[in-house]
C-alpha cells in the first residue's frame, strides 16, 4: 500500500507542476488543491484501478449543477454521482474515494452474489466466523414486515461453509444454506460476537419474554445458555449487537428499541444504551447513554476505541426522519472499562450504518443503505463496497474474505484487507 501511495503521490505531483507551469504561461493562476482536485480521476486512473473498482472524485460532484429537494433526494435514497448511473456503479462495486483503499480492496478484488431470496430478509445479522470448522453463522430477520412473522416465530440462526461459499462464488453458483437448531431455541438472535471458541447471541426476546444474552456452542448439539435478561429485575428492551474487548475479555452490547417499533416487544422500561456484562460477577453495568438508538458495536484492534453506530433516522415502521442521527460515534475506552469522550467519527448518507467491525489496521467498516462503507482511523471515507441496498451486517472470514448480509441477498467479497484476530 505504501508503494502504491508513492506512486500515486508522485503521479500527482507532475500533473500539478505540468498544470502549474501551463497557468504561470499565461492560463492565469489557479490553487494547488484546486488543481489536485480537478486532476484526481487522471491520477487515480494511471495508479492501476482494479476492473472491478472504479474511481469517485469527490472534487466532481462538490459542486452540482442540480441538487435535487430533500423529497427526491434523503437518507433513503442513493446517491449516484454526475457521470454515474446506478448500472455503472453496480458493474464496478469497489468505489474508490481515497487512494488508500486500493490497498484495502488489493489487486484483484471481487463481489459475487451466493445466494437470493425474492422478499424473505434471511440474511440479516449476526455474523460470526468460526475458524475450527470455516463455518459463517448469520440470522434471518424476524422483525421485518417482509419476513412475514410477527410473534408467530423467533428469527433463525444459520451458517454456511467458507469453502463452499468461495466455490459458489466462482461458479456463478447458490451455496447451501444450513439451519441450526441450537437447544434451547435462541428468541430472535440479532447480533453475535466470538467468544473464547463460543459464540455469544444477543436476542431480543419475543413478547414478554425477555430480551438477553446467550452463549451457544457452534458445534453439534449447538448448546445454549443463557448469561443474562434482566437489569436489576428489569427487562432490557431489546438487545442488538455485542463485542467482546480485545484486550480484557469484556462483554459489550446495545438495548434498544427496535423490538417495540417492529411490534414484537412491550413498552420500553430502559434507555437506549451501551451495557458492559463482567461474567466472573453477573454484573451489569451501563457504560453509555448519549446514543440515540444505539445500534452496531465495535472495537479497535488495540481496544483503545469502541464505536458506536447510531441508527436513530430509521424509526422501523414508523419511517425515515431525515433529521435524526444516522452516524456514527468513537469513545476512548478507560482502563476500568467505561467510556468517555464521545466524538462523532461520521455520518452517512444513504441509510443508516448497523453493524460495524474494524481491520486489523484499524480501519473501520459499517453496513449502510447502499453497501459496505470504509473509513481509516482518522474519519476518512475511503470506498465502499456497493450492493446497490441495504446491508445490515457482514463478517471477515479471515484474511482477505468478506461475507455481506443484505436482508435478501448472500454476497462474497474477496478483498486485500486483513483481519482482525478472533477472540
Known amino acids: 500500500m505504501a508503494h502504491r501511495g508513492r506512486a500515486f503521490r508522485a503521479l500527482a505531483l507532475a500533473a500539478l507542476l505540468t498544470v502549474r507551469a501551463q497557468a504561470d504561461a499565461g492560463l492565469g493562476f489557479m490553487d494547488d488543491q484546486l488543481i489536485l482536485g480537478r486532476l484526481g480521476s487522471e491520477t487515480m486512473a494511471a495508479s492501476s484501478v482494479p476492473a472491478q473498482a472504479q474511481f469517485l472524485d469527490p472534487a466532481s460532484f ?17 446517491f449516484v454521482p454526475p457521470g454515474s448511473t446506478l448500472e455503472s456503479l453496480k458493474d464496478r462495486p469497489f468505489h474508490v474515494y481515497h487512494e488508500d483503499f486500493l490497498g484495502i480492496i488489493g489487486a484483484d478484488p471481487s463481489l459475487s452474489l451466493i445466494a437470493e431470496e425474492e422478499t424473505d430478509p434471511l440474511f440479516h445479522e449476526a455474523a460470526v466466523w468460526y475458524p475450527p470448522t470455516d463455518d459463517m453463522f448469520f440470522v434471518q430477520n424476524a422483525g421485518a414486515r417482509a419476513a412475514g412473522t410477527g410473534l408467530a416465530k423467533s428469527a433463525v440462526v444459520q451458517k454456511i461453509g ?39 447471541f444477543a436476542g431480543e426476546g419475543m413478547g414478554d419474554k425477555p430480551s438477553a444474552l446467550y452463549l451457544m456452542n ?31 475479555g469484556g462483554v459489550y452490547f446495545t ?42 458495536l465495535a472495537f479497535s484492534p488495540d481496544g483503545r476505541f469502541a464505536y458506536v453506530t447510531s441508527s436513530a433516522a430509521s424509526q422501523a415502521f414508523r419511517g425515515f426522519d431525515n433529521t435524526l442521527p444516522s452516524s456514527i460515534y468513537r469513545y476512548e475506552v478507560t ?3 467505561t467510556f468517555q469522550h464521545r466524538v462523532l467519527f461520521a455520518y452517512v448518507g ?18 449502510c443503505g447502499d453497501g459496505v462503507y470504509v473509513w481509516n482511523p482518522r474519519g476518512t471515507l475511503l470506498g465502499k463496497i456497493f450492493t446497490a441496498g441495504v446491508v445490515a451486517n457482514f463478517q471477515f472470514a479471515g484474511d482477505g474474505r468478506i461475507v455481506i448480509l443484505g436482508e435478501t441477498r448472500l454476497y462474497y467479497a474477496q478483498l486485500g484487507a486483513k483481519a482482525a484476530p478472533v477472540l
Open 62 to 78: 462538490a459542486v452540482m449543477p442540480d441538487v435535487p429537494p430533500p423529497e427526491k433526494a434523503n437518507g433513503k435514497t442513493i
Open 162 to 200: 467458507m469453502r463452499e461459499a468461495r466455490a459458489a462464488a466462482a461458479e456463478g453458483a447458490r451455496v447451501a444454506i444450513e439451519v441450526v437448531s441450537s437447544e434451547p431455541a435462541i428468541l430472535n438472535p440479532n447480533g453475535a460476537a466470538n467468544f473464547k471458541g463460543n459464540i455469544i
Open 218 to 248: 457452534p458445534e453439534p448439539p449447538y448448546n445454549v445458555t443463557t448469561l443474562v435478561n434482566n437489569f436489576y429485575g428489569r427487562q432490557f428492551n431489546s438487545l442488538n449487537d455485542v463485542a467482546v474487548h480485545p484486550r480484557t
Open 255 to 296: 438495548d434498544v428499541t427496535y423490538g417495540f417499533l417492529q411490534d414484537f416487544r412491550p413498552n420500553p422500561g430502559l434507555p437506549n444504551q451501551v451495557y458492559r456484562f463482567d461474567l466472573r460477577t453477573g454484573a451489569v453495568t451501563a457504560v453509555a447513554d448519549e446514543v440515540s438508538m444505539c445500534n452496531g
Open 335 to 337: 482502563t476500568g472499562g
Open 350 to 367: 444513504t441509510g443508516v450504518p448497523d453493524g460495524i467491525h474494524c481491520d486489523a489496521e484499524g480501519n473501520v467498516y459499517a453496513g
